[in-house]
């Protein structure tokens, strides 16, 4: 007879145990890269066109090529994890992640890093819907809280130190790569994934059948690049026609994705999108509403990063370290959305946009009474009440969105609002980018003064605060509760259902936690 110990039950139990945990950490490594290369154009992007030059349309769409390219790839990350299984499609991922990051790393010029950029953010698309149906697979029922427990500050430290981490490696200009560590951290990062999620992640979970829509998926990115591209490049170009024809373009590429997807529900095919859920007053409004939100908080978040640098010749770090109160704020105030959100229903959202909106009053004040000589010091307090407000919004928010949602569309719907999400992100920096350098080279034919980086960037923050208070009349049409975990009435006894929502502990606010509960 066998005596050894590792055939114990109990060492069988402990071995699984090891590899469900690895298993976790394996896909958060995958999310910080995400986290990190998110936001890494807010501080490395003046290094970047100090060493590689170009435009500053080029530096935005340094910033947009990634949430962009995201947005167009969510559309058929998630449906290619469902028919190919979840675990290849995330090790897929990671590895062009891998390798796009070093393309990043090794930019000879602004385009080729933008076009880095963007295969970068298709391979992030890839990666993310997968994250949180294989965190379910790793662990039993009893588990699962736990595991999503561990998330929320895992996520939320990666996002305070994100900036912090980029500032610190482009001031220290490891063995000369100056910027370029940036991306270079993701390398021993995504071979810990790599190394980690082939030991312990599970297989399986594909589903026979499916079919991916290869044609709406080139149309929906069309229109999406069509509508942001203009926005960029109209100032430098000086809005010449055929930047309005490409907008028209936008409109034709949404209408003809719309009729494809409409075509294949009706001859019995699978959509990318139900295109039945816009029907729905609420969550329309959501998609809206999640536009207008992370548009003003990702464009203001770039032009502060560029303000703090260009015109008050902070350094990374220093630039990173004052931007740090919105970080802090925003880990709080998450955690206060969180515990409230069960209570409060949608007014935890009007409760966080009106104190986002006293941060940017605040922000626009103290940026006009110091003027030229403002210092990061004068930026703390509205940076700390504009982070803690924004965190409000973050837990609640999808669920929210999709309170009204019947289960049967709910993987449809997630995915669309996920999308729209990084679709917000690109026309934020796109637009409030567009007024920030606006406002810097509009008032002189020379060189600018800080004075003029002090009055763009007041600009910005009207702007935003005006995107702000746009948020909160779209959000009372949102629905009054966050979704149920109970399936609702008017679904079909007949329909596939979705799985429950998480439960208590799991991150069901963020929106690749519930596309992951869909699917």
């Known amino acids: 007879m066998n005596t050894n110990a590792d055939s114990s039950p109990a060492a069988h139990a402990a071995s699984g145990h090891d590899r469900r945990w690895l298993g976790l950490f394996a896909v958060l490594a995958a999310m910080i890269m995400n986290l990190l290369d998110s936001t890494v154009a807010n501080v490395a992007g003046p290094a970047i066109r100090a060493d590689l030059g170009g435009t500053t349309a080029d530096l935005q769409w340094v910033a947009t090529a990634y949430t962009l390219a995201m947005a167009v790839g969510l559309l058929t990350g998630g449906r290619l994890g469902d028919?190919?299984?979840?675990?290849?499609?995330?090790?897929?991922?990671?590895?062009?992640?891998?390798?796009?990051?070093?393309?990043?790393?090794?930019?000879?010029?602004?385009?080729?890093?933008?076009?880095?950029?963007?295969?970068?953010?298709?391979?992030?698309?890839?990666?993310?819907?997968?994250?949180?149906?294989?965190?379910k697979a790793l662990f039993p029922p009893q588990q699962v809280g736990k595991a999503f427990g561990a998330l929320g500050p895992v996520i939320g430290l990666a996002t305070i130190l994100g900036p912090l981490v980029a500032g610190t490696l482009v001031d220290a200009d490891v063995w000369g790569t100056g910027w370029r560590m940036v991306f270079l951290i993701n390398l021993p990062l995504g071979a810990f994934a790599l190394a980690a999620g082939?030991?312990?992640?599970?297989?399986?979970?594909?589903?026979?059948?499916?079919?991916?829509?290869?044609?709406?998926?080139?149309?929906?990115?069309?229109?999406?690049?069509?509508?942001?591209?203009?926005?960029?490049?109209?100032?430098?170009?000086?809005?010449?026609?055929?930047?309005?024809?490409?907008?028209?373009?936008?409109?034709?590429?949404?209408?003809?994705?719309?009729?494809?997807?409409?075509?294949?529900?009706r001859a019995g095919r699978a959509p990318l999108v139900?295109?039945?859920?816009?029907?729905?007053?609420?969550?329309s409004s959501g998609l809206g509403f999640t536009v207008v939100f992370f548009g003003a908080i990702v464009g203001f978040s770039l032009t502060l990063g560029l303000f703090l640098q260009l015109?008050?010749?902070?350094?990374?770090?220093?630039?990173?370290?004052?931007?740090?109160?919105?970080?802090?704020?925003?880990?709080?105030?998450?955690?206060?959305?969180?515990?409230?959100?069960?209570?409060?229903?949608?007014?935890?959202?009007?409760?966080?946009?009106?104190?986002?909106?006293?941060?940017?009053?605040?922000?626009?004040?103290?940026?006009?009474?110091?003027?030229?000589?403002?210092?990061?010091?004068?930026?703390?307090?509205?940076?700390?009440?504009?982070?803690?407000?924004m965190g409000q919004i973050f837990v609640p928010l999808f669920d929210i969105v999709l309170g009204d949602v019947r289960n049967h569309e709910l993987g449809s719907a997630s995915g669309l609002l996920e999308s729209f999400q990084q679709t917000g992100?690109?026309?934020?920096?796109?637009?409030?980018?567009?007024?920030?350098?606006?406002?810097?080279?509009?008032?002189?034919?020379?060189?600018?003064?800080?004075?003029?980086?002090?009055?763009?960037?007041?600009?910005?923050?009207?702007?935003?605060?005006?995107?702000?208070?746009?948020?909160?009349?779209?959000?009372?049409?949102?629905?009054?509760?966050?979704?149920?975990?109970?399936?609702?009435?008017?679904?079909?006894?007949?329909?596939?259902?979705?799985?429950?929502?998480?439960?208590?502990?799991?991150?069901?606010?963020?929106?690749?936690?519930?596309?992951?509960e869909a699917r």
């Open 274 to 283: 139900e295109l039945g859920v816009l029907r729905l007053r609420s969550y």
């Open 83 to 135: 028919m190919f299984g979840r675990r290849r499609m995330l090790l897929w991922g990671v590895t062009g992640f891998l390798v796009t990051s070093a393309a990043c790393a090794l930019a000879w010029s602004p385009g080729s890093l933008i076009v880095a950029r963007a295969a970068q953010g298709l391979c992030a698309a890839l990666m993310l819907p997968q994250s949180f149906g294989l965190i």
């Open 425 to 516: 992100s690109s026309l934020g920096v796109a637009v409030l980018g567009t007024v920030f350098f606006s406002g810097v080279t509009g008032s002189t034919d020379g060189p600018a003064s800080v004075g003029d980086f002090v009055s763009a960037e007041r600009q910005v923050v009207l702007l935003a605060l005006g995107m702000t208070v746009l948020a909160f009349a779209l959000a009372f049409l949102l629905p009054r509760r966050a979704r149920q975990a109970t399936p609702a009435a008017d679904d079909s006894p007949t329909a596939p259902t979705a799985e429950a929502p998480a439960p208590t502990g799991e991150p069901t606010g963020t929106p690749e936690a519930v596309g992951a």
């Open 311 to 389: 015109g008050r010749g902070y350094g990374p770090m220093d630039a990173s370290i004052v931007m740090a109160p919105w970080a802090i704020g925003a880990f709080f105030g998450s955690a206060f959305g969180g515990a409230l959100m069960g209570r409060l229903g949608r007014h935890i959202l009007h409760i966080g946009l009106a104190v986002m909106a006293v941060g940017q009053v605040l922000a626009h004040l103290v940026i006009g009474s110091a003027g030229t000589g403002v210092d990061g010091s004068d930026l703390v307090v509205p940076l700390l009440i504009y982070g803690f407000g």
């Open 198 to 265: 082939v030991r312990s992640l599970p297989r399986g979970g594909r589903q026979d059948g499916l079919r991916l829509d290869g044609v709406g998926a080139l149309l929906g990115g069309a229109g999406m690049f069509l509508l942001v591209f203009p926005l960029v490049q109209g100032r430098e170009l000086g809005w010449p026609a055929w930047l309005w024809t490409m907008t028209a373009g936008a409109v034709a590429a949404f209408v003809l994705f719309g009729v494809r997807q409409t075509r294949r529900l």
